[in-house]
């Protein structure tokens, strides 16, 4: 049961990989010109892919919706993708 959990998870990460690579092929490169909708869409593939693998957050307050600079000690490569789906652009 466990083995088949691992395969169906590394399937789902590549599949969701390979979906990340297709649509920021036609995002522009400069940030600035990102829409609202594809900036949505960033933040949904972030939580996505924390579900894919097996992270839960736990987000205690909010982010202004304002100027503002996020910091992380970067404990791994993670934290990327759990502050991405959680901050408002």
Known sequence: MQTLRFFTRFARLIFHLLYALVFLAFYP????KISKAQWRRIKT?????????GVKLNVIGTVEN????VISNHISW?????ISSVVNT
Do not use: G, R, V
């Not at 490169?29 to 600035?32: E, I, Q, R, T, V």
């Not at 304002?66 to 600079?69: D, E, K, R, T, V």
């Open 45 to 53: 593939w972030n939580q996505q892919f924390l579900n894919i693998c």
């Open 29 to 32: 490169n400069d940030k600035a």
């Open 66 to 69: 304002q100027a503002s600079l």
């Open 78 to 82: 993670i934290d990327i993708a759990a």
